[in-house]
């Protein structure tokens, strides 16, 4: 019985991984293709891979709510964000096993298919603006420029987070 989030959090980081190496090594990839997929699910399957893929941007707009702020979510949510990238590879490779050939850089092209106003609000996208302008200008010309974007922004109701970046540390594999 649970008592507290903490709890929860700390029955689930025991858990062993489901989807660990050996046993996605003991998935038989090569019997995939001796068994027909029916074409119509191709869509479904490359649908279902996105959505997998695109939880990174999930993420990343759950960490600006409460919900995203709570230290026992947010160590749920950092593992979701990485298991569910590890889902996107798998239904991929189960595709190019199936038949269905899909880009080395499949992930390249999901990200370029979301919209570019979308990929500002959830700050996929890193903007940098330098001017090309005389040594003496540069600080003027680049805190005008800067100004400038700000401004456009604000308008437009876009908010961007002070700049953050995360380090996580893995164990060797
Ligand atoms: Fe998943």
Same mark, same amino acid.
Request: proline share 7%; no cysteine.
């Given at each position: 019985?649970?008592e507290?989030?903490?709890?929860?959090? /700390?029955?689930?980081? +025991?858990?062993?991984?489901?989807?660990?190496?050996?046993? *996605?090594?003991?998935?038989?990839?090569? /019997?995939i293709?001796?068994?027909?997929?029916?074409?119509?699910?191709?869509? *479904?399957?490359?649908? $279902? +891979?996105? #959505?997998?893929y695109?939880?990174? $941007?999930?993420? =990343?707009?759950?960490?600006?709510?409460?919900?995203?702020?709570?230290?026992? #979510?947010?160590?749920?949510?950092?593992?979701?964000?990485? !298991? !569910?990238?590890?889902?996107?590879?798998?239904l991929? =490779?189960?595709?190019? !096993?199936?038949?269905?050939?899909?880009?080395?850089?499949? &992930?390249? &092209?999901?990200?370029?298919?979301?919209?570019?106003?979308?990929?500002? &609000?959830?700050?996929?996208?890193?903007? %940098?603006?330098?001017?090309?302008?005389?040594?003496e200008?540069?600080?003027?010309?680049?805190?005008?420029?800067? &100004? %400038?974007?700000? !401004?456009?922004? +604000?308008? @437009? =109701?876009?908010?961007?987070?002070?700049?953050? =970046?995360e380090?996580?540390?893995? %164990? @060797?594999?």
């Open positions: 019985m649970f507290t989030d903490k709890d929860v959090l /700390d029955w689930y980081e +025991r858990q062993p991984r489901a989807l660990s190496k050996d046993y *996605v090594n003991s998935i038989k990839w090569d /019997d293709k001796d068994h027909p997929l029916n074409p119509a699910f191709f869509p *479904v399957l490359l649908y $279902m +891979r996105d #959505i997998e695109y939880t990174d $941007m999930y993420y =990343r707009e759950l960490l600006r709510t409460p919900t995203g702020r709570d230290p026992v #979510i947010r160590k749920f949510m950092d593992r979701w964000s990485t !298991e !569910e990238l590890h889902h996107a590879d798998l991929n =490779r189960f595709l190019n !096993e199936a038949g269905y050939p899909t880009e080395e850089k499949w &992930q390249t &092209q999901v990200i370029r298919s979301i919209p570019a106003t979308y990929k500002v &609000q959830t700050y996929l996208l890193n903007i %940098a603006v330098k001017p090309w302008v005389a040594i200008d540069f600080a003027v010309a680049a805190g005008e420029i800067n &100004q %400038a974007i700000l !401004e456009i922004f +604000r308008d @437009a =109701r876009i908010v961007i987070p002070f700049p953050k =970046r380090v996580r540390m893995v %164990a @060797a594999a």
